[in-house]
């Protein structure tokens, strides 16, 4: 069944391209189009397009949708094109002439619209609740080992000390940033799009306020053809804030790869959460690890991809607008399930201690070193080649007790303050 058939059916290759795996992508969206059909059939009700009896009756069988979609028994069959169709037969089957008039008003581009946004809005909470997880078990970690001395790089050369506690807690507070992404795009989520039809409004009198209200959304998208033009640059808002996370896990996942080599050896794992090799007997791979990374650089991908999918579409709708469905289903599910395994298993980390005693990490003090000079009252730059000489001659001897006492330093992680700023912007 197709909604907008007229009677000549379309041709079997027509229809596997034209719908590709929309049936599939809409089994995450039907909730959603009952939901928003619930608050427009109560509307129509509202401006006397329909009777109450009639609301009465469509709402009753909505909700026994729902149930279906809920217990996991809503299907979308070959012959239905999509789930407004789906929904519409179903109406109509048990409703007669009053399933007919749930369309009344609207069209499906206004329904794949407000589906979507109620979709997007709450993932992002989702998203939101799993990053918030993986934030405090970073802190709690960070609390734990904040005294564990961990060598700094940069360029990947020894730099200057650094701890676990910096280095569980720089994740965190980054987190904050990703989340603050997250929070504008789910700003555009909270607008209603229903009720501008199929990009150019109505000439029913509905009432917007009113589904807007009943559907929880805090405004509406007030301009039409805006509404239409919302598609796609929806989708991509939340993608920016997906990538962003995405990001961080994969610097994350980085970092423990290497950490976990033999090479580094500051870090391990219990050996069940690792995998082993066919022929090397020795083998504990990080894979977990390694698969977050790949994962999270390709969402990193997601934005650009919706990006070149939308450049150059004029107002109105376009076909291709369904091709952002997929892309935006599939990288939520994929972010979620890297999140839980992130989070499951950095709560098993077990962390080295005693590794900067090492001789070749002595360089790592060379600062340490200068500055004790230098509060000795020798001037910086004299100091410096100071230092830069016996490290020269091999005569450097580090000063490896350390006293950082400044904000965001292995002495004074702030680590309350990032818990209280991760606090505001959630």
């Known amino acids: 069944m197709k909604l907008w058939q007229k009677g000549v059916v379309s041709h079997q290759k027509i229809d596997s391209f034209t719908v590709g795996n929309d049936r599939e992508y809409d089994l995450f969206l039907a909730k959603y189009d009952v939901l928003a059909s619930i608050a427009h059939a109560q509307m ?32 979308i069959e070959k012959e239905f094109e999509d789930v407004h169709s789906k ?17 009344t008003a609207r069209s499906r581009n206004d329904q794949i619209l407000v589906a979507m946004h109620l979709y997007l809005k709450e993932e992002i909470n ?6 918030k997880k993986l934030f405090d078990s970073l802190l709690v970690l960070a609390h734990q080992h904040k005294n ?8 990947l050369q020894i730099a200057m000390p650094s701890s676990f506690g910096l280095w569980f807690s720089a994740y965190a507070e980054s987190l904050i940033d990703d989340t603050v992404l997250l929070n504008a795009a789910q700003y555009m989520t909270d607008q209603n799009p229903l009720g501008s ?7 029913f009198p509905i009432d917007r306020e009113s589904t807007t209200k009943a559907l929880g959304f805090s405004t509406l998208k007030y301009n039409v053809v805006a509404a239409q033009m919302g598609r796609g640059k929806l989708e991509k808002a939340v993608a920016t804030g997906m990538a962003g996370i995405a990001g961080t896990l994969s610097r994350f996942s980085m970092d423990s790869c290497l950490y976990m080599s033999q090479n580094f050896d500051f870090i391990s794992f219990p050996e069940e959460l690792t995998t082993g090799s066919s022929i090397m007997p020795h083998k504990k791979n990080p894979d977990v690890f390694e698969l977050i990374r790949g994962k999270c650089n ?45 989070t499951f298993s950095i709560e098993q980390v077990i962390v080295k201690e005693g590794i900067t005693l090492d001789e070749k990490y002595d360089y790592l003090f060379s600062v340490d070193t200068l500055n004790e000079l230098v509060n000795q009252r020798v001037p910086f730059r ?17 000063q490896r007790k350390l006293n950082h006492t400044h904000q965001g330093s292995i002495g004074n992680l702030c680590l309350d303050e990032i818990q209280e700023k991760m606090n505001r912007i959630l």
Do not use: W
């Open 87 to 103: 929904i519409e037969f179903h109406l109509t089957q048990q409703l007669g002439e009053v399933g007919k008039k749930i369309h």
């Open 382 to 398: 004299d100091a410096y080649k100071q230092v830069g000489e016996t490290i020269e001659k091999g005569d450097f001897i580090p």
């Open 197 to 203: 039809a199929a990009g150019y409004g109505s000439s």
């Open 44 to 75: 129509l009700g509202q401006v006397g397009l329909l009777t109450s009896k009639e609301v009465e009756l469509l709402v009753s069988e909505l909700n026994v949708i729902n149930k279906q979609i809920v217990d996991g028994s809503f299907f």
């Open 126 to 131: 989702s998203i939101k609740e799993a990053t």
């Open 298 to 342: 390709a969402l990193q991908g997601l934005p650009n991809q919706l990006t070149l999918m939308a450049n150059n579409l004029p107002s109105g709708y376009h076909r291709e607008m369904q091709l952002f469905k997929g892309p935006i289903i599939e990288g939520i599910e994929e972010l979620k399930a890297c999140l839980e395994m992130m």
């Open 148 to 155: 564990v001395l961990l060598p700094g790089y940069t360029h």
